[in-house]
């Protein structure tokens, strides 16, 4: 199989073939350069069980790279049916380890996606990236690893700590239910077109158990009252919950008197767990 991907045109001729201009409003930014997502791959690990599952591959630069790396069972996610036509010569090339699926990445359940150990490997498209990842940390009880490709300052946000510029409520959100990594960043010249900033890889680890209290439904609930008023107190953000917000801070253990980017993980799971508490009360 590695001979048949080896032996395809360039990828830069094969955009030029199927007129694959990218489109902003798909969030397009194709990456061309193979030492590159060849280097993404890579760091995704063994890919010789289980499912690969990538998202937008475009003219299917990662896809060769994920293909040379060893993956067994390849699961592409492209709703642009321009790309699905120029990524017919590589599905033939992979020799049943590649199937691609015309669709929207947004409405397909990862656990209907081939067999355990899932990985997820994207250069996501700009446009979808964050609410891609927040429903894949919904169902990351069927997920081993992401790799992902998104804009710098997202993430960056992704792996902030209490008390970073970036730290927010993404961050607490993938840093409940995931270990997370920054890995490397990508200079926007490598892409095309070249979008106005950097982007990065990160790595999210799903944990086998969540380490912290509460769920990631009445996270999301906490974390929106939380950080969508960031200059007020706790006492004050969090009246949105409609609750008794000292009787929460209280059970919680947490100073009503900080700010939500003062809070840890921990904090946070306690605040959800009392959350659940007063709500099925």
């Excluded at 490997?121 to 081993?144: E, F, S």
């Amino acid at each position: 199989m590695s001979d048949a991907v080896n032996g395809l045109p360039p990828l830069r001729d094969v955009v030029a073939a199927h007129g694959l201009a990218a489109k902003k409003k798909l969030g397009q930014h194709f990456l061309l350069d193979l030492n590159l997502t060849r280097k993404i791959a890579r760091t995704a690990g063994d890919l010789s069980t289980g499912t690969v599952i990538e998202v937008g591959p475009g003219p299917g630069g990662l896809t060769r790279a994920i293909l040379q790396c060893g993956a067994a069972d390849v699961v592409a996610i492209e709703k642009d049916t321009r790309c699905v036509e120029a990524l017919a010569p590589l599905v033939e090339a992979a020799d049943g380890a590649l199937t691609i699926l015309s669709e929207d990445a947004m409405t397909v359940a990862v656990d209907t996606l081939g067999v355990e150990p899932r990985r997820i490997i994207a250069n996501l498209p700009y446009n979808v990236g964050t609410p891609l990842l927040v429903g894949w940390l919904q169902d990351a009880g069927v997920i081993h690893s992401m790799t992902l490709m998104f804009q710098k300052e997202v993430a960056e946000r992704i792996c902030a700590t209490p008390g970073e510029a970036a730290y927010g409520r993404l961050s607490v959100l993938c840093n409940w239910r995931c270990a997370t990594e920054y890995l490397f960043t990508l200079p926007a010249r490598a892409f095309t077109p070249p979008p106005k900033i950097d982007s990065a890889v990160v790595r999210l680890t799903p944990h086998a158990t969540v380490p912290f209290p509460g769920n990631i439904d009445d996270l999301q609930t906490v974390t929106a009252a939380a950080f969508g008023q960031r200059r007020k107190t706790l006492r004050r953000s969090l009246r949105q919950l409609n609750c008794d917000t000292e009787r929460l801070l209280q059970t919680a253990g947490v100073d009503g008197a900080l700010r939500a980017e003062n809070l840890t993980i921990e904090d946070y799971g306690l605040l959800t767990a009392a959350y659940a508490g007063q709500k099925g009360a």
